[in-house]
């Protein structure tokens, strides 16, 4: 379920994104669509069970890093985690603050309402995940 959450932050910015009213973000003219996120910091809480509950801060490396991309409706999101590689994909829409992000794995769908802001080259994102109760948010920069 870990891997679950943090695919969807990393996909949600997100994320979660980009319609043409959404493109660009008048102060910083960085596009959503297109730019290579890389989380910053991420948190956890209030979760149903309390030791979901954790909060912390990510630097990216060769051996560990998570980073989104949102492209034309898709969106791709790469976690390496003690050297190990994986990534996902899903379909995201945009309405305002809002993206609806769809994850599915095997037959079985999802989607999450995530609400996102941008200041600067800084995403952050926030969602809660019904499937334990947490609600989780996260801070992503743009690489580049």
Do not use: P, R, W
């Given at each position: 379920?870990?891997?679950?959450?943090?695919?969807?932050?990393?996909?949600?910015?997100?994320?979660?994104?980009l319609t043409s009213?959404?493109?660009d973000?008048?102060?910083s003219g960085i596009s959503l669509e297109g730019t290579v996120w890389v989380?910053?910091?991420f948190s956890s809480t209030g979760c149903d069970d309390p030791d979901d509950n954790e909060s912390g801060s990510?630097?990216?490396?060769?051996?560990?890093?998570?980073?989104?991309?949102?492209?034309?409706?898709?969106?791709?999101?790469?976690?390496?985690?003690?050297?190990v590689t994986q990534t996902f994909t899903g379909s995201y829409t945009i309405s305002g603050n809002v993206i609806m992000v769809t994850l599915s794995d095997g037959g079985f769908?999802?989607?999450?309402?995530?609400t996102?802001?941008?200041?600067?080259?800084?995403?952050t994102i926030s969602f809660e995940d019904p499937s334990?109760?947490?609600?989780?948010?996260?801070t992503f920069e743009a690489q580049g």
């Open positions: 379920m870990k891997q679950l959450i943090k695919f969807f932050m990393l996909a949600a910015m997100a994320a979660f994104i009213c959404g493109d973000d008048e102060d989380e910053k910091s990510s630097t990216c490396t060769a051996s560990d890093c998570s980073t989104i991309l949102l492209s034309g409706g898709t969106f791709t999101t790469t976690d390496i985690e003690g050297g769908s999802v989607t999450y309402e995530v996102f802001s941008i200041s600067g080259n800084t995403l334990d109760g947490c609600m989780n948010s996260g």
